[in-house]
């Protein structure tokens, strides 16, 4: 039998740590890029030396982070095939966090899309998409469970093939001190949901390879990012794409941005987290 | 997921490569990079409870996978290494108030030893008995290593490492469905892993000192509930990169009827 022991000389403190050591210039597929301005791919427009978050996040895998009010976050589906569930949270507050209800019902408007903003359930908007290439989002089915993901892989084990999204929320969440009463219904990007007029949802997939979205924090974000496949995708096998990560820094949406006044609720929302912001002195 | 999962490259070369494993008797292909399980040829003896009374639990915990139970005072888990040289990582709570849970600084120091061996008292954060080793079949237990995550093997390998399943994140899995979190993650035992202290302080992980087959049989004095996460590491010898199962068996002198099986 030949392990991969037999490539490590690990019998010695000392040893092993050299083995350790020798470790650390590999790289993979799936990584962060620290600092980030190392990223291997720096989205057009962007200074790389102004990056503050980059990472390529596995199939099946989840990313985090707080980012300031303002921090640019941009998403990429390179692939054709990630499927980024998506929770924000008030940094400074966590119990205000992402009500897809409202996301939805104020904008009067169910389909994401550029300038729509993501709401708390506290009134306030706490990021907006800026730019979309892919039209093909989900407000309606959330994340998969580990019940859901043993129905239909066999297996939601963590460690496996097949980890369910609310397992991974639970995973970043915790990274946070949060637990799953912490954790909202989430929206996804890249795999596209639409209703039909029975109320059918029907999978629309993906817009193809080479997607992105990007939003703007209008507070400090926890943002929790979980890539698996969407709960609708027709698949019988797990099969999710990288999902490629950027964020620098920039202004929230204020007043002169014509976002700023797009429409008399978001408007609204805009000015209720200037106001909370303000106050706080950010 | 079945224990019988093998995971086996079936493509090479695109964006994304995919690997094939038995789940629930059939084939599924995934995209998600799972940890690498034991090679074929690899030694395994599931061998037996190393305390008396009859067998109330026995259950295999899968490589890279996380498990836990609720044990009664006095029930005893044997813990098999059937693989050899596979860190079962551990932790210990008092099952009916979590707040109190296994604190290493309070074992060594009670025992004034750095490591667990037969006698060694499982101490709580109150100081109090959780668990005795009653029985134990290799040199030494660590308790001093901690648990790995894909945290810390950035910093101890690189950043290429950060996607790896770790044990934190079973810890945090498992915890999770006993109403459990990270702030509840202490520092833990490893059995079966070894981590000497050398003369001019030098501390690490190396080869361990285990085989297939060596037990370690630990008490509950109190009701407790344990956790365990069989270590998915594969950057240093925990594992002897090649991770195999645990045989979790819970013997019950006093009682036939069977433990709350978590």
Known sequence: MTSIADDHQTDSVLAARADARAQAERTSEYMPYRPASS?????????????????????????????????????????????????????????????????????????????HPLLSGDGRALATITSDT??????????????STTAKYGSAAPEGPSPSGRSRFLLAAAKHGLTGRDLPPSVSFFQ??????????????????????????????????????????????????????????????????????????????????IDYAEARAL | ?????????????????????????????????VGAHYVDGTTLDPNGPLASGPVVLDQTVAPLAPWSAR???????????????????????????????????????????????????????????LMTVTGNEIDRQDTIGGACSKESNTL???????????????????????????????????????????????LGIVDGMSAPGKRVAIRAEMDVLVIVSNCPQMNNPCNDFNCTPLRMLVTDPLRETGPDNA
């Not at chain 1, 966090?97 to 300038?115: E, F, M």
């Not at chain 2, 490259?9 to 995919?18: F, H, I, M, N, W």
């Open chain 1, 39 to 115: 990223s291997p791919v720096v989205p057009k427009g962007v200074d790389r030396d102004a990056l503050v978050w980059a990472e390529t996040v596995a199939p099946g895998g989840y990313t985090h982070k707080v980012i300031a009010r303002g921090t640019r976050l941009r998403l990429d589906d390179p692939t054709g095939t990630a499927c980024a569930h998506v929770v924000v949270f008030n940094a400074l507050e966590t119990n205000e966090r992402l009500n897809v209800a409202d996301t939805i019902k104020i904008p009067w408007q169910a389909y994401l899309g550029a300038g």
């Open chain 1, 134 to 147: 892919s039209g093909h989002h989900d407000t309606f089915c959330g994340t998969s469970t580990d019940e």
């Open chain 1, 192 to 273: 596209g949901v639409r209703v039909e007029p029975d109320g059918a949802l029907t999978f629309l997939g993906s817009a193809g390879a080479g997607a992105h979205v990007e939003l703007v924090a209008e507070l400090p974000l926890v943002v929790l990012i979980v890539n698996v496949p969407h709960p609708l995708d027709p698949a019988d096998d797990y099969l999710v794409g990288p999902l490629v990560v950027h964020a620098w820094p920039g202004e929230p949406t204020l007043p002169g941005d014509p976002q700023f006044t797009a429409t008399p609720e978001v408007n609204r929302a805009y000015l209720n987290s």
């Open chain 2, 1 to 33: 997921m079945s224990t019988s999962t093998s995971t086996t490259p079936t493509s090479t070369g695109t964006a994304t490569g995919t690997t094939t494993h038995t789940v629930a008797g059939r084939a599924l292909v995934t995209t998600v990079p």
């Open chain 2, 71 to 129: 044990l009664l005072a006095g029930q005893t888990l044997t813990i098999v290494d059937v693989g050899g040289n596979q860190s079962a990582d551990f932790l210990v709570y008092n099952a009916h108030d979590t707040d109190e849970r296994y604190s290493a600084p309070d074992t060594l120091a009670w025992q004034g030893n750095a490591y667990l061996r037969e006698g060694s008292v499982l101490r709580s954060n109150l100081g109090r008995p």
């Open chain 2, 156 to 202: 101890r390998y690189g950043f290429h490492t950060e996607h790896q399943h770790g044990c934190r994140e079973n810890f945090l899995a498992e915890a999770a469905r006993h109403g459990l979190g990270a702030r509840d993650l202490v520092s833990n035992i490893n059995w079966f892993m070894n981590v000497p202290v050398e003369p001019d302080g030098a």
